[in-house]
């Protein structure tokens, strides 16, 4: 669990699994920051929904792609540049903190 | 210059203080990125392997070092902070020694190597355009594609036996292993979050407790922050009262600097004031500042400052603004620190891209709807 009072917004991430596709290779257990998945019976399942905040990590590396999820920075400079510039928000982190997107 | 790279396009055994590289930076700005100072007082010495000399770093980071990490904290020299991307020595590796990934920010780069001390391996370092792991690999430049093709400049291979990477965990957004497994024969582990547990990671076997995979936002990472904070919206604060103080120099017939400089400290008090709430209190409360949306954290914090000045204003009555001052206050402090704290979104560890357009649709308006009435008031006291 994060530290008291830290969890974001519920009820909005994309995070999709479909069983049916999963190996059980648990990668995704592995590289998820949050905790998001529990592999139980060679068959992944997400535990905590709302702690997941669309880094991508679990989908890039789900080789039979059992999960999707719309992943970005969760970073509302990079929102408002990407709106000002008619792109997609990306983090600049050049002007930013070093800890930028983390 | 890394004597191994193929940026470099140098002999092998090039002698290690070569003369600067300069790379280009793809976000933002765009300008010329130098390549880690000239003095690399990190590289103790060389290593040789079967494709040639590697520079070996040491694992003890100099006052220099702490000086430059201070630095970056503040926001200077960011982006003179890349080290060159490539492959590099700790203590005496042999083919068979681990190889650690990182990337080629400076900070990034010497957390690996001081959690390494007393190991013997190899380091990977990415050309991540001097950008720290994490948001790289959102951005993809630490990637799948630049690990496979450092891999080849680097000669790796041949340096090395065995066929397997150890990842910073945070990597693992612009990576996937299987695709490094299938384009480069490499197998990727990812390894725990944090560089301090890497010794242990290595000690049970290549295992990460669940601990050791989760990310946190404690207090001292949170404050660790609060500078870079300060000085990238006290800038755009300063500005701002600059402009309303000389823009309030103009008056009936003469321009006056009295009352130029008079009304930039009027306006510094809500400006700096919802900004300095925001870099600091921000970071500082987080936990328990009302709401899980940030904006709304960041309203609370410009409410606190307001009690604070309530209190001022009380204890020393004659300090006491106007009607129109008090309400520009009143609007502009809540606002400012609010748009402060919806940034800081991108700062902390846990926000989703979702939850940000979220609250950013609820927040914005409000927020702009306060500035541009609170700003009006301001004008407005400038007459009173």
Known sequence: ?102 | MMSISDDSKLPLAVDECCQPATTTVCCGGGGALAVHPQNRTWVCGNQSTSAGSVPKIATQLTWQDRIEHWKVRWNSGRMRYAIAPGLYAVGNPTSESPVFVSANFKMSFDRLREALDGLDGWILVLDTKGINVWCAAGKGTFGTEEIVKRIAATRLPEIISHRKLILPQLGAPGVAAHEVKRLSGFTVRYGPIRAGDIQAFLKDTLKATPEMRQVHFPLRDRLVLVPVEIVQWGTWGLLIVAVLGLLSGFGAGIYSVERALFHSVRAATPILGGILAGAILIPWLLPWLPGRAFASKGGWAGAIWLVLLGLIVLLNPHLMPGWADSTAWLLLIPAIASFVGMNFTGASTYTSLSGVRKEMRVAVPIQVGAMITGLGFWIAGRFA
């Open chain 1, 1 to 102: 669990m994060m530290a008291t009072g830290l969890r974001y917004l519920p009820d909005v991430v994309t995070l999709q699994l479909d069983p049916a596709k999963c190996n059980g290779c648990k990668l995704c257990v592995e590289v998820c920051p949050h905790a998001v998945f529990a592999v139980e019976s060679k068959v992944a399942r997400i535990v905590d929904r709302d702690a997941c905040m669309e880094c991508g990590a679990c989908a890039r590396n789900c080789e039979p792609g059992a999960l999707t999820v719309d992943s970005g920075v969760g970073c509302a400079s990079a929102i408002i540049y990407g709106a000002l510039t008619k792109s997609e928000p990306i983090c600049g982190c050049d002007n930013t903190n070093s800890d930028c997107c983390g």
